[in-house]
Structures are given as structure tokens and as C-alpha cells.
């Protein structure tokens, strides 16, 4: 079955980096537009970022852009979302969700990984 | 940011019909078609309704999508308990070359 497996959150202190891993499996990988969402606790949900099934094409949300770099490995079926410089307001569950160029709707998403930005 | 608005909550009795309302702009919801989430109590969104009005398998026909101009709007007939969720809406943005979501609407079953 097609499946999503985020990891890499943890505790980081402002200013720190993390890199998070979403690991795909169940669906051709290469065939799919990738992204990142995130939820801060309690709050909404906000898109982060995007990479086209090539990865030639990214694009990034104001809030990110410039910080945090989205990256895929499609020979071991895996999504990256190097994020640095890390603020308090990034504080979030950080979902990877895939949909295809031609499709503008997120099937399905994975369970989450929690990033925590505190000194 | 949230770009598209959403009550913050609705509710109902078993067996009620609720209706959530999203509304946008142009260059969201006016030129791109809208799908909703269901988020569960501390569970990952699940897609509920696809391009304005499809449901994917496995989605209850008690749950249905409408769009209209710049807003939409999701209905649930025949209110049920395990329908108590957070409901967002979204849309890709052409003036952001990204996605956007709703506010989110929490769905209370009285």
C-alpha cells in the first residue's frame, strides 16, 4: 500500500539546524510532485514547500524561503527537507504528502514528525 | 499564513446537516479547482473531497463539495459522531506558485 514515513524531528535550539526524511514506498516515487506541510500546535495547516517529480522545480513559502531547502533521492525513493537557521515560529508537525503535476490534491499524507525549536 | 477563511467551528446534532463555507480570491479558489481535509483528534489530514466535488473511495456520499465564483463549501448530511474532526479546505495559488489552506473549521457533534 502506498505509504509515507516522515523522521528527523527533535529539539533544536533557534538558530539550529535539522534535516527531515520522508521515506515513500507503495507508488513509482519519480512519478510524483513531493511536498512539505506543517501544522504548529493547536494551529492550522500551512504548506511549506514543493519539488517537482525531477526535482528541477521547487518553490517554497514566504515564511521558509531562503532557510529551508527541499531536496528528493529518487533512486532510494526518498523526500528531504534541510531546514536551517531555525526559529521558534517553526515549531510544528511537519507532514510530507505527494500529488501528481496534472493533480492538485495531497493522497495521502504521512503520520508527521515533530520539530521543536527552543533554547 | 492561512489564505482562505473558514468558520472556526460548526456543529450539530446526529443525523443534522452542516454546511462549511470556504472563501478565497481569484487566484485561488476562482481559477483553481478546491479539495478538503479531514483531520481526526491527533491523526494526519485525510483527503476527503477532490477537484470541488469528488469523493475517493472510500468517502461516505454523506460528505460533498460544491464550489462557486471564489468560495466553496463542504456538506455533511446525516451528522455523525466519528464525523467530529477538523475540516480544511485548500487550493493552489497562481499569484504564490504554491498551495493554501483554510483557516479550519472544528466540527462538533452535540
Known amino acids: 500500500q502506498v505509504q509515507l514515513v516522515e523522521s528527523g524531528g527533535g529539539l533544536v535550539k533557534p538558530g539550529g539546524s535539522l534535516r527531515l526524511s520522508c521515506a515513500a514506498s507503495g507508488f513509482t516515487f519519480s512519478d510524483y510532485y513531493m511536498n512539505w506541510i506543517r501544522q504548529a500546535p493547536g494551529k492550522g495547516l500551512e504548506w511549506v514547500s514543493y519539488i517537482s517529480s525531477s526535482g528541477s522545480f521547487t518553490n517554497y513559502a514566504d515564511s521558509v524561503k531562503g532557510r529551508f531547502t527541499i531536496f528528493r533521492d529518487n533512486a532510494k525513493n526518498s523526500l528531504y527537507l534541510q531546514m536551517n537557521s531555525l526559529r521558534a515560529e517553526d515549531t510544528a508537525v511537519y507532514y510530507c504528502?505527494?500529488?501528481?503535476?496534472?493533480?492538485?490534491?495531497?493522497?495521502?499524507w504521512g503520520q508527521g514528525t515533530l520539530v521543536t525549536v527552543s533554547s | 499564513q492561512s489564505v482562505l477563511t473558514q468558520p472556526p467551528s460548526a456543529s450539530g446534532t446526529p443525523g443534522q446537516r452542516v454546511t462549511i463555507s470556504c472563501s478565497g480570491s481569484s487566484s485561488n479558489i476562482g481559477s483553481n479547482t478546491v479539495n478538503w481535509y479531514q483531520q481526526l483528534p491527533g491523526t494526519a489530514p485525510k483527503l476527503l473531497i477532490y477537484s470541488n466535488d469528488q469523493r475517493p473511495s472510500g468517502v461516505p456520499n454523506r460528505f460533498s463539495g460544491s464550489k462557486s465564483g471564489t468560495s466553496a463549501s463542504l456538506a455533511i448530511s446525516g451528522l455523525q459522531s466519528e464525523d467530529e474532526a477538523d475540516y480544511y479546505c485548500a487550493a493552489w495559488d497562481d499569484s504564490l506558485n504554491g498551495f493554501v489552506f483554510g483557516t479550519g473549521t472544528k466540527v462538533t457533534v452535540l
Open positions: 504528502a505527494r500529488n501528481l503535476v496534472t493533480e492538485d490534491w495531497f493522497d495521502p
